[in-house]
């Protein structure tokens, strides 16, 4: 079945970095423009950042710009979040999402992010 | 990159209809058709209810439907069962590869 699976979350320290990976399944992963969505505990969603199918483009929530960077690799299925100078407030479950006719058709399950 | 507005909660009786609307610009709900609406169980991955303002995904009941008019988009939700409680969230398109959610609107059956 069509799958997303995240990992590389867990704890880290103010100005610390992360690289979250998102590995997919099921589909044919470069026909897809991907994005990574977040929500902090008790808060809504928030879209973080776009990819385009070959990686030519991309787009980040004004938050996170200079401090974020996606990629993909399509021989390996992959998506990747690099976090770099992480804060407090991007604490938070970072969800891989398909993009799939201007909507989010596939969620991953998630990936806790804890800035402490 | 203000995000879109729902209102907080909402509630309705079993079997009733309840419809949830969000309010955006004409920079993304109001310029673009790109409207999704998604349910959010509490430690689920949220699920994709509709999407392009009124298509249904394979799978979800004919009881949920989406509308647009203006700068407003709305989902609406008919004879209410107890599993349609959860949150809810609409996104939108809004240009230049940016999307935008609103703040979630948690529904409850009574």
């Known amino acids: 079945q069509m799958q997303l699976v995240e990992s590389g979350g867990g704890v880290v320290q103010p100005g610390g970095s992360l690289r979250l990976s998102c590995v997919a399944s099921?589909?044919?992963?470069?026909?897809?423009?991907m994005q990574w969505v977040r929500q902090a505990p008790g808060k809504g969603l928030e879209w973080v950042t776009f990819?385009?199918?070959?990686?030519?483009?991309?787009n980040y929530v004004d938050s996170v710009k200079g401090r974020f960077t996606t990629s993909r690799d399509n021989s390996k299925s992959t998506l990747y979040l690099q976090m770099n100078s992480l804060r407090p407030e991007d604490t938070a479950v970072y969800y891989c999402?398909?993009?799939?006719?201007?909507?989010?058709?596939?969620w991953g399950q998630g990936t806790m992010v804890t800035v402490s | 990159q203000s995000a879109l507005t729902q209102p907080p909660s909402a509630s309705g009786s079993p079997g009733q209809s309840l419809t949830i609307s969000c309010t955006g610009t004409s920079s993304d709900i109001g310029g673009y058709t790109h409207v999704s609406w998604y349910q959010h169980h509490p430690g689920e991955a949220p699920k994709l209810m509709i999407y392009?303002?009124?298509r249904r995904p394979s799978g979800v009941s004919d009881r949920f439907s989406g509308s647009k008019s203006g700068n407003t988009a709305s989902l609406t939700v008919s004879g209410l069962r107890a599993e349609d409680e959860a949150t809810y969230y609409c996104n939108s398109f809004a240009g230049n590869n940016n999307w935008v959610f609103g703040g979630g609107t948690t529904v409850t059956v009574l």
């Open positions: 392009e303002v009124n």
């Open positions: 099921g589909f044919a992963f470069n026909h897809y423009n």
């Open positions: 990819i385009s199918l070959d990686g030519s483009d991309k």
């Open positions: 999402v398909r993009d799939s006719d201007w909507s989010y058709n596939i």
